[in-house]
Each structure stands twice: as C-alpha cells, then as structure tokens.
C-alpha cells in the first residue's frame, strides 16, 4: 500500500507548522479573509490575515518543506470573470500568489483552469469540492483539461464504495478525499450554501463579507432535532482510512481553517495515526471548540463590528438572538463543556456497513442503520437541546416573517389571510 498525505487547512499560525512536524502533511491551504475571487468561507469567519503575514507563513511552509495552495474557489463569481475588470482582478491575485511562493491553487469554476494553466503554468491547478465532481464523466473533464488534482464531492461519494471504486479505476488523476466534514449526505441546502459562501468572501461584492448563514443554523438545528443526523454524513473516521487506502486512495483533506491550532494538531495526528479516543465532534465539527483562537480581542471586536454592524442590512436588536445561539453552539467563543458528545468508540463496524448499501436511492427512515449507531453512539443533553431548538425556532421565525429586516405589512403581522 502507497504512502498517504494530508492536505491540512491552515489558521495562519506559525505554530501550527511546527505542530504537524513529522506527520505527513504534503501542504496546507487557506485564502486572505478576502479577495477579487472568493472562496468557500464567509470572511467574518477568518481572522484578519495582513499581506505581510500571509507571505512568512508560506515562506515558512515551503521552508519545512510544506506546499502551500491557496482557494480560489468560489461556486460564483457573478460573471465578474467574464469582464475586463474581473479579469484583472483574477490576474493581480494570481500574479500575487505566485510571488508569494504559493505552489498550488484551488478552483471549482471550470473557465478558471485553461486560464492559470495559460498565465501561469508554474501553479499546480486541484480541483475544489464545490466544482461537485461525483461521477466518472465529470472527473474525466478536469483530468482531460489538464487539472493536477481532484477533490471529489464528499457528500455524494464518501459513502459510495461502489462509485469510489469506479472513479479510481478510471481515472489516472490524483483524486483527493475530505475525511472530516459533517454536512448531510445529498444535502438538499449545499447549491444555495455553496454560493452564498462564496459571495461573503468576495472584495467588493454587495453583501460586504456579511452572511446571515441560514443554511448552517437549519443543518444545526434538523441534527439536534434528530440525532441520527449527525450519522447520515460524509466523515471518515480515522480508523476507517484504511478503506478508503486499500481503494487506491491516498490523498486526504483535513479541515477547518478557522480552527485554533490545538484542535488542528489533534485532527492531524489523528488521522495520521488511523486512531481516536474520545468525541468525534472534536475531529469533524466545523464550530464547538473548547480551545480559545489565536486572536486578540481587539481584532475580535473589530472583526465583529466590520461584518456584522449592519444597520441599513437587518436589525440589529434581531443580530442578539443569533449571537446567543451562536455564543451557545461555540462559533464565537469556547464550548464549555460537551452538550454533545458522539463516541467514537462506539462507531466500529458503522462505516463497513455502507459497502453494500445504497444511499442515493434509499429511504433513511426504512434502512435505519444510522439511526442504529446514533442510540448506541451519539448523546445530547436534553435540557441544551430543549434549549436551543427552542432559540432556532425564535430565529427562523424572525427569518420568515420579514422581522429580522424590519419589514412590516405581511400577512403574519397585519392579520390578513388569517382569519382575524
């Protein structure tokens, strides 16, 4: 069996580069928390990353010899890449990154490709996620083109051992796996997701890096709702790798680039190893850290003003109630405690059984082989879930009536189609 790399998300802190010493991480990646392009994070995610400082982080990479790609990887531009100005802006970053020392980058829209393969033929050209390569024929597309690399669609392929196979047999491209993503099997929100991502990460865009995530609020909510939830899902356990290897597969993508360094390093040697002990949300779970960021708070609180005092966008008094469900889900601050925890221990065998089963067709209320594991595996406080349902609820309301925005005279609220 071949040796395997890691492609690791990176935070910009140079400790961490000392933190995957002797693991085998091949390269890391991640963007300025914005550009011309975008890319597959809202910037008020990121912490502010100066020029100055992304450069000695990739200098420092390529020094330990660790490969640096750098996401270019909206699933829009709206069509900015099609007018001159978008174009000079494509060609000022790509000419910037490359100067940087950067050594490979992301896409997922197909025009990019013969366009840095043209301009910029030193640049390794891997192929994103949100490009939602899940088939034979759309891969055969990239490799065709002259990609380097194809990062195939999790959602749809993790656990599909069937189509796995397919793929690496008819393809000579490398062909690279996400092992720690939680999102939902055939996820009916990832097209609008996707885009709305790539919008709040764009210089210049209207939205001004601001993103109300509806989509993560909805697929936190249905997974404390129904816990077999956080089961029917595209992540690889550590000790699962060895599936995924004795398929020819040998190149795996581990996330989140706004992870603190700790939980990064934890992820790393986990997989690295082909072992955990402890609670799986800690390997997989985009938010929910117990590990404080490696951000002033100053820069916090200038960060949060930046993106989120939006007076003329929403109302702000409305922003309170998403910030306490979002300070109780640890997406601003620490998670104290584990008011969810799933055992991993308790998760061999679970992986096995998708080998001859499948999903694309299947009805998860009939199968129940998710929620099978999910009573022996996954445990939620009640009292936090009773809790915060409760603040989604009040959230989604705001959302649907027009409230969150100030918007007055629908029917909701004037009583008109109601009866009353």
Same mark, same amino acid.
């Given at each position: ?31 300025? &928390? ?5 890319? !597959?994070?809202?910037?008020? #995610? +990121?912490?502010? @990353?100066?020029?100055? /400082?992304?450069? =000695? ?81 759309? &891969? ?5 083109? !002259?990609?380097?690399?194809? #990062? +195939?669609?999790? @959602?749809?392929?993790? /656990?599909?051992? =069937? ?258």
């Amino acid at each position: 069996m071949k040796d395997f790399g890691l492609s690791v998300a990176t935070n910009f802190d140079d400790g961490l580069l000392d933190a995957l010493s002797g693991y085998p991480v091949t390269e890391i990646f991640g963007k300025l &928390a914005s550009d011309a392009v975008g890319g !597959g994070r809202a910037s008020f #995610t +990121l912490p502010p @990353l100066p020029r100055r /400082r992304f450069e =000695r982080h990739v200098a420092k990479a390529k020094a330990k010899g660790i490969g640096f790609n750098y996401l270019l990887n909206p699933a829009c531009m709206d069509n900015r890449e099609f007018t001159r100005q978008g174009q000079r802006e494509i060609e000022a970053l790509l000419a910037y990154v490359e100067s940087a020392g950067v050594s490979a980058v992301t896409i997922s829209l197909p025009s990019l490709l013969p366009v840095i393969k043209k301009r910029h033929p030193g640049l390794k050209v891997r192929v994103g996620v949100y490009a939602r390569v899940d088939g034979v024929t759309k &891969a055969r597309y990239w490799e065709d083109e !002259g990609a380097d690399c194809i #990062t +195939l669609e999790s @959602l749809s392929v993790n /656990r599909d051992f =069937r189509l796995l196979a397919a793929l690496r047999k008819a393809l000579k491209i490398e062909l690279q796996l996400i092992v720690n993503a939680n999102c939902q099997l055939f996820c009916p929100l990832s097209g609008q997701h996707m885009v709305n991502l790539s919008h709040a990460s764009q210089k210049g865009h209207a939205s001004r890096g601001f993103l109300l995530d509806w989509c993560v609020m909805k697929c936190s909510y249905d997974k404390l709702k129904d816990p077999a939830q956080y089961l029917r899902s595209e992540f690889i356990r550590p000790e699962d790798l060895g599936l995924y290897r004795d398929l020819g597969y040998d190149s795996f993508k581990v996330l989140e680039r706004g992870a603190p360094t700790p939980v990064l390093a934890k992820r790393v040697k986990a997989y690295s190893e082909g072992r955990y002990e402890g609670n799986l949300l800690d390997l997989i779970q985009p938010f929910g850290y117990r590990e404080k960021r490696d951000v002033s708070p100053l820069a916090d609180l200038a960060g949060k003003l930046k993106y989120f005092f939006r007076p003329q966008s929403v109302r702000l008094s409305k922003l309170l109630k998403l910030k306490e469900v979002a300070s109780r889900r640890g997406m601003l601050e620490p998670l104290a405690g584990e008011p969810v925890c799933i055992d991993n221990r308790q998760l061999t065998g679970f992986l096995q059984g998708f080998q001859g089963r499948d999903c694309r067709s299947a009805d998860c209320s009939a199968c129940g082989w998710c929620a099978s594991y999910a009573r022996k595996a996954v445990r939620v406080d009640e009292v936090y879930r009773a809790e915060l349902m409760k603040l989604y609820e009040e959230v989604f309301a705001d959302m649907t009536s027009g409230a969150m925005w100030g918007i007055r005279g629908t029917a909701s609220e004037t009583g008109k189609g109601t009866g009353k």
